[in-house]
């Protein structure tokens, strides 16, 4: 099977078992696990930031984040296609009482002037605007960048109004890549981010969220609260250093691989190559006979996994687990498929 539905699909290298085999642990809700200290001190470090807690997953990450910034009863400003919005099943009002407004953006292109407008000030009777959160790179948008100075004007207005600006950067590392920014000139941009280590990095499991001392001590508290408190998982933190000291670089590749897919299925018109950025690849079956849960079904016949996202909208994801033969064998699969459709 080729499996590009996600890239969460990937295990652990060999190497990267090894790290995790040897590594120092203790237990990390006594602060006493020397591999999670590393670990969040290294990514507090890349980022230019003063700290980092690790967390279990990318979603929990977010919202302990968003906790951080919105107060019960306040609002948080995403795009209405933003993981936080779509994704994680409605946790910031479930579990925060977070009122949620969104900006009807596609992916990373992003109006400025628009989410400027929406901020509500504090003050009786609306609901105040606390903090805006963008996604980098943008999952539903298919791996788009948010471009840098679009990032650079949001701070602007965040700084006028008050209000907290979080990324989450569950992908960070595939635009850095992409556009050779430095992690730390994304650090600069927000007061809060989460980042993950099992969506590309290659590491089983794990996030971070990453901020200022302050916020960072008041992060731990909720984690804890959510029950996120964990014991000797520097055998985690170890994965997770591992796959940032060596599986970030090698991301181009994925990204090369995704433009080469792009490329060859192009000429059946369900996707533009010159929109696909880093990993995703979105596949746009609105003008072929096949829904994308179809699709995936004829494909996963002939050994290629794919991830239906929208009825009219199939996900191909290239990650550390395919190789160029993989990928061989899927433009082959999808592109008599759709050829067959269209
Ligand atoms: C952009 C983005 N943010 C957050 C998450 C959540 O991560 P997790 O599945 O670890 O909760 C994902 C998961 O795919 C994602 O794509």
């Known amino acids: 099977m080729v499996d590009l539905r996600s890239d969460t699909v990937t ?24 591999t999670v200290n590393a670990l969040e001190a290294y990514v507090a ?3 230019g930031h003063e700290a980092a807690l690790f967390a279990p997953s990318g979603s929990m990450a977010n919202q302990i984040a968003l906790q951080l910034h919105v107060p019960a009863g306040g609002e948080l400003l995403a795009g209405a296609d933003a993981h936080v919005v779509t994704y994680e099943l409605g946790a910031a009002a479930a579990l925060s009482g977070i009122s949620t407004r969104t900006w009807g953006s596609v992916g990373a292109d992003l109006d400025v002037d628009q989410i400027a407008a929406m901020i509500r000030p504090v003050g009786y009777p609306s609901v105040p605007t606390r903090a805006i959160a963008v996604e980098q790179t943008h999952n539903l948008g298919g791996g788009s960048i948010v471009p840098l100075s679009t990032l650079r004007a949001l701070r602007s207005v965040a700084d006028e109004a008050g209000v907290g600006l979080h990324c989450d950067g569950a992908r960070i590392w595939h635009a850095a890549v992409a556009d050779g920014v430095a992690l730390s000139e994304y650090g600069a941009l927000f007061d809060t981010l989460s980042v993950c280590l099992s969506k590309g990095l290659g590491a089983p499991v794990g996030s971070l969220i990453v901020g200022s001392r302050e916020r960072i001590a008041q992060a731990r508290v909720i984690r804890k609260r959510l029950g996120g408190g964990m014991r000797q998982v520097g055998i985690l933190a170890a994965a997770g250093r591992y796959a940032l000291e060596n599986h970030i670089d090698r991301l181009a590749e994925d990204h090369a691989r995704a433009l080469r897919l792009a490329e060859a299925l192009a000429p059946l018109g369900v996707v ?14 609105s003008k072929t006979s096949l829904d994308s849960p179809a699709l995936a079904g004829l494909a996963a016949q002939q050994g290629v996994l794919i991830a239906p996202m929208l009825p009219s909208i199939a996900r191909v994801v290239t990650h550390l687990d395919v190789d160029d033969s993989g990928l061989e064998q899927a433009i082959t699969v999808l592109g008599g498929l759709l050829a067959d459709a269209s």
């Open 45 to 47: 470090g890349l980022f």
């Open 11 to 34: 295990r652990p290298t060999a190497q990267m078992r090894q790290a995790m085999a040897y590594a120092e642990v203790g237990d990390d809700v006594f602060g006493d696990d020397p």
């Open 272 to 285: 533009d190559p010159s929109r696909i950025r880093t990993n995703l690849v979105p596949l746009d079956l």
